[in-house]
């Protein structure tokens, strides 16, 4: 692989001298002045403020630069002509790429150093984050910059026009998370109709956006960086970072083998269109099928099936640019419908591919809170209460709080209708500070009877908490609360 030409480098600075000022200026007033505007307004989490508009700056720009710099690819002159130019193909992909980071990486990371250096003298109100967070987030930056110039370039160069280029960009920005969200949507209600309780059952399905989506996971990323001093998972970062490398050495594999007659064709490769429009109606039917069966009539889920069936018409007939007819197109939808029904079926068959539990696993060892809500006061420990919490952090009162949890569910007082005047919501949370894991669990009792059984049951639980002599391994608070 050759090294970039440095003659050419100098020359698309020259050319785009222009477009690199209108950066910087954009970049100025998004990050840094942005910034001092909201320090002088909202003097709170300046940190976060900066790092946010620093990451949505980046992101649009490295999103847009590649689309701009490779847009001779889409048309047959320009490329003939670019491909004429006595630079190897080699040169002229790893040149126009590095140059694309030149402008796009550098203004960020500028703007980001401005920012913190103009809040840092307004009364000294920026640096409540550690100088190794700073780095740990500028880094951050950086590295889902690369991931979004990676992915933009390998999709430009596999599209044929102008249209299908920016298209397609956009929709496997937007696809992923509809992916996502249908399959979280499907997962939640599958969960709530075989479980005892509320919560986010589906706490697995919700892991599944670190590796769809590369913009929510680089603005995650970098919020929790900024707000905690730590990284919450490297596993993410290095995930997408392999996808980087991987769509770079892709994209030039496919520039070397461009060639001009490919431009101004319509876009033939199955990992774009076709691809995207199997994710995007799969993704409407998984959602709208478990909304349909749980909330609406069959009425409206023929409807809805019936529009989603015409939204993949169109998306069919806008990727082949003509309008026909054949047994296929029917038949991948119906597929796409049996393959919703089916995945419905095994998640529920499968008690969530064996992840759905009311309780955690044995080995953990986090955060444990038990909180229970009354819609009116009750009389506990002779206080008129409508709250109380226990918390506890390790040792045997945690244990006890989920031997506490498994005697509720067994004795049937949890009801799933809990439209009522009078009742007690009971949650659980459990979460490990480290990697910002949470699960959470609600069930609500209806009967003024069964009410009073659980006050007995908790007060109970308290007695054996206060009895346990052994202080240092665990810890509980007791609160109340009047109306």
Same mark, same amino acid.
């Given at each position: 692989?050759?090294?970039?030409?440095?003659?050419?480098?100098?020359?698309?600075?020259?050319? *785009?001298?222009?477009?690199?000022?209108?950066?910087?200026?954009?970049?100025?007033?998004?990050?840094?002045?942005?910034?001092?505007?909201?320090?002088?307004?909202?003097? *709170?989490?300046?940190?976060?403020?900066?790092?946010?508009?620093?990451?949505?700056?980046?992101?649009?720009?490295?999103?847009?630069?590649?689309?701009?710099?490779?847009?001779?690819l889409q048309k047959k002159k320009s490329t003939n002509l670019y491909f004429s130019l006595p630079i190897k193909k080699e040169s002229l992909f790893i040149t126009t790429s590095l140059f694309s980071l030149f402008a796009t990486i550098i203004p960020v990371v500028i703007d980001f150093t401005i920012a913190i250096v103009l809040t840092n003298n307004i009364g000294n109100r920026f640096f409540d984050t550690s100088f190794g967070s700073l780095i740990l987030t500028v880094f951050q930056i950086i590295i889902y910059m690369l991931v979004t110039q990676g992915l933009t370039t390998c999709i430009t160069i596999f599209c044929q026009n102008t249209f299908d280029s920016f298209v397609v960009n956009v929709a496997y920005v937007l696809a992923p998370c509809l992916l996502f969200l249908g399959l979280l949507i499907n997962a939640s209600i599958c969960a709530e109709s075989i479980m005892i309780g509320q919560g986010n059952y589906a706490s697995i399905i919700e892991n599944l956006i670190y590796y769809l989506s590369f913009p929510y996971t680089g603005f995650y990323q970098v919020f929790y960086t900024i707000q905690n001093n730590d990284i919450i998972s490297l596993i993410p970062t290095l995930y997408w970072f392999i996808i980087m490398v991987i769509s770079y050495v892709l994209s030039y594999r496919l520039f070397i083998k461009r060639r001009a007659e490919m431009s101004e064709n319509h876009t033939q490769s199955l990992f774009m269109y076709p691809l995207l429009i199997v994710i995007v109606t799969f993704s409407l039917i998984l959602t709208v099928f478990n909304l349909s069966n749980n909330d609406f009539s069959d009425t409206f889920l023929i409807m809805t099936l019936a529009f989603i069936f015409v939204v993949y018409l169109i998306m069919y007939y806008v990727s082949v640019r003509k309008v026909y007819f054949n047994w296929k197109i029917p038949a991948v939808f119906i597929l796409l419908l049996a393959g919703s029904l089916g995945f419905t079926q095994i998640y529920q068959s499968t008690q969530g591919f064996g992840t759905l539990s009311e309780y955690p696993s044995e080995e953990y060892d986090g955060k444990l809170i038990l909180v229970t809500n009354f819609s009116k006061n009750v009389k506990f420990e002779n206080s008129e209460i409508n709250y109380m919490t226990l918390d506890s952090r390790n040792g045997n009162t945690r244990q006890l709080i989920i031997q506490f949890q498994k005697e509720i569910l067994k004795s049937g007082m949890i009801s799933k209708d809990f439209y009522s005047d009078e009742y007690a919501c009971i949650s659980l949370f459990y979460s490990k500070e480290k990697n910002n894991d949470s699960v959470n669990r609600h069930y609500y009792i209806v009967d003024q009877e069964n009410i009073n059984k659980y006050l007995k049951m908790y007060e109970n639980l308290l007695k054996t908490i206060k009895s346990n002599k052994d202080y240092t391994c665990h810890h509980y608070e007791y609160q109340q609360g009047n109306e």
């Open positions: 692989m050759k090294m970039m030409n440095i003659n050419y480098f100098q020359y698309l600075i020259k050319q *785009h001298k222009r477009l690199l000022i209108f950066i910087n200026v954009i970049g100025i007033i998004m990050i840094p002045f942005f910034t001092l505007m909201y320090a002088f307004n909202t003097p *709170h989490d300046l940190n976060v403020f900066s790092s946010i508009m620093a990451m949505i700056f980046g992101f649009i720009i490295s999103f847009l630069a590649p689309i701009y710099l490779f847009s001779f």
